[in-house]
């Protein structure tokens, strides 16, 4: 099956409270765009169909100036209690919208990048696997495409458990690694030290 024949949504997570930053990290300007619209501009980029952010209730970011018509944005309410409930969530409304495979992706990780992405929609597409994970020194981190066939397996999660907890413990489940060796890939900024020497080198 071809990419473009995929009915394929992104579950862009962005309902993380910032903790170890104490401000909203994504509504921090990075570059021309603040942190957290940076991945989501490289998701639009590809042959993603639409994205579903998820984001907390007290989120001020009006998301859907970056591509209102490509857009559904979901309130976690339960979002303090753990990412796994904001990914519930995503794949919730990923079932709703009837979706073939659902890209999870972190709003934190500024620095992914289409082909990326691309690469793991190649993969899936040829309909060998269930999931399409990526890597980095033989760690599964996000990006991380599931299929439809597997999205039930997500309720089970709880706390900040995220999907490859739920894969490790099912080898039947058929799926596929991509090593990545850019680590600048899965960078992800937690705190406000991280932030600033991120920001000084995009000057």
């Known amino acids: 099956m071809m990419a473009t024949d995929l009915h394929m ?33 490289t998701a639009l980029q590809t042959t993603i169909s639409h994205i579903i952010v998820v984001t907390n209730e007290k989120s001020s970011i009006d998301w859907e100036t970056y591509a209102r018509e490509k857009l559904t ?9 753990g990412l796994s409930y904001s990914l519930k969530e995503g794949v919730r409304t990923a079932q709703e919208m009837n979706a073939d495979a659902a890209m999870l992706l972190l709003a934190d990780q500024p620095f992914i990048q289409a082909s990326m992405l691309n690469e793991l929609i190649s993969v899936f597409s040829k309909g060998e696997v269930e999931y399409v994970a990526s890597s980095y020194q033989n760690i599964i981190r996000p990006p991380l495409l599931m299929g439809k066939s597997i999205f039930p397996i997500v309720d089970e999660l709880n706390g900040d458990n995220g999907i490859k907890h739920l894969l490790m413990k099912r080898p039947h489940i058929k799926g596929r690694i991509v090593p990545f060796e850019d680590k600048r890939l899965f960078l992800d900024i937690d705190t406000r030290e991280e932030y600033r020497e991120i920001n000084d080198k995009l000057r």
Do not use: F
Request: aromatic letters at 2%; hydrophobic letters at 45%; one cysteine or more.
């Open 73 to 81: 944005v979901v309130t976690c309410k339960e979002s303090k209690q």
């Open 9 to 41: 949504v992104g579950v862009y997570l962005a309902a993380g409270s910032s903790k170890r930053m104490g401000d909203n990290k994504l509504a921090l300007p990075l570059g021309n765009l603040i942190l957290g619209a940076h991945a989501l501009h």
